[in-house]
């Protein structure tokens, strides 16, 4: 059952990596990750999807109780650091084993070392592309152990306290907790008055933003978008109508906002359940309806999944 109301979706090129090889080498590294589901693809949409049936599609799981969805997606998209995860540690060891562990084959963007802001600080990006910011924090006072963070960089940069706002107004459970700017003290030019660093709640989930500091471009992609759960129609047609401003995105509940950050729009619940279920006919026809759907309709979803 899931317990989070967004949640990170990871699109991998299965001819490079698989989700379940990631996985796996994720549980090498940390200490508490869970496979929670995994779903397969049908024939039904294979001329979208091109991948084998019965082959992986996703595979659900958590790290330190923070959940994920791996996508085995093909090679249309790459990970880059506009989203990054942050990683409280509470012991050097813990940080210091886990970046050793992080940055094997991978490349690290900021040297893990002692800086302003924490005595131990670190990003690495991990050889299947997904990025990682560690912090020791000792005190332990913050909720989640994992964070996601939005990078706002190229034609995004600037952007970032406007998008913590308009998301904030969207979504419900929501409040901005603290936004840190540059000023003038931090001699740089190129990045004065905008976000240094912000943290926020969605749904009551921790989230983190900044403007980058130098100029870079990492634009946003659906190489990470972020799945809300929707319970029902009324739900799902709020978030799309709210969120969605490039038509030509729209596609399978997929679709992109303003700041060009993806995020699926899913009856997450509803459809896991389908995919899971031992009919194998009711599994392909619940592929194909939604395959062929740019907005999820639970009512259209449930007569093609019954045959009706």
Known sequence: MKTQKITPHLWFDNKKNSAEEVVDFYKSAFRNVEIKNISRYGKAGQEIHKQKPGSVMTVEF??????FVGLNGGDYFQLNPSVS????????KEIEDLWAKLKENGEVLMPLDNYEWSPKYG???????VNWQLMLEESQSTKEKIVPLF??????????EDAIKFYNSVFKNSQIEGILKYTQGDKNEYALGMVKHAQFQLEEQTFMAMDSGIKNDFPFSEAISFIIDCQTQEEIDYYWLKLSTVPEAEQC???????????????????NKMLQDPDNEKRERAIA??????????????KDFEGK
């Not at 990003?123 to 592309?129: L, R």
Request: net charge positive; with cysteine.
């Open 62 to 67: 958590s790290i330190e109780n923070y959940e």
């Open 253 to 271: 509940g997929w679709l992109k906002d303003k700041f060009g950050m993806s995020w699926q729009v899913v009856p997450s619940t509803l459809l």
């Open 151 to 160: 990078f706002f960089t190229g034609r995004s940069h600037g952007q970032a």
């Open 85 to 92: 995860f942050f990683v409280l540690c509470h012991t050097k």
């Open 123 to 129: 990003w690495v990006q991990d050889k299947f592309g």
């Open 289 to 302: 309806s939604f395959m062929q759907m740019k907005k999820f309709d639970i009512q259209q979803l449930k």
